[in-house]
Nanobody, 122 residues
Framework: QLQLVESGGGLVQPGGSLRLSCAAS????????IGWFRQAPGKEREGVSC????????YYADPVKGRFTISRDNAKNTVYLQMNSLKPEDTAVYYC???????????????WGQGTQVTVSS
């Protein structure tokens, strides 16, 4: 069974940076894509970014383009989300998920981590 564990969340001031990690274990061969999603209180879960291991495709949601960077280390089965120039509206629980296609639609992902809280506040 595939397991995903996020880490790296925390409290940061506006304009600051954080790097989230998503470590995968178990049977990963069927899952080509890892996506990052976030959910703020009272809001629906939204896609942030995804990366494909087979063709290197990467997608970002418009609100994070130019500020967030996704990358993966296949040897470590880990995907990272570098978040720079953080804004209060980036505050949310961030989740990583495994799916067969790289896209920003949460309903297409099969396995999810437990999430890590990111709070951007002065």
């Amino acid at each position: 069974q595939l397991q995903l564990v996020e880490s790296g969340g925390g409290l940061v001031q506006p304009g600051g940076s954080l790097r989230l990690s998503c470590a995968a274990s178990g049977f990963t061969l069927d899952y080509d894509a890892i996506g990052w999603f976030r959910q703020a209180p009272g809001k629906e879960r939204e896609g942030v970014s995804c990366i494909s291991s087979s063709d290197g495709s990467i997608y970002y949601a418009d609100p994070v383009k130019g500020r967030f960077t996704i990358s993966r280390d296949n040897a470590k089965n880990t995907v990272y989300l570098q978040m720079n120039s953080l804004k209060p509206e980036d505050t949310a629980v961030y989740y990583c998920a495994a799916g067969r296609d790289c896209n920003l639609e949460p309903e297409t992902y099969d396995y999810w981590g437990q999430g890590t809280q990111v709070t951007v506040s002065s």
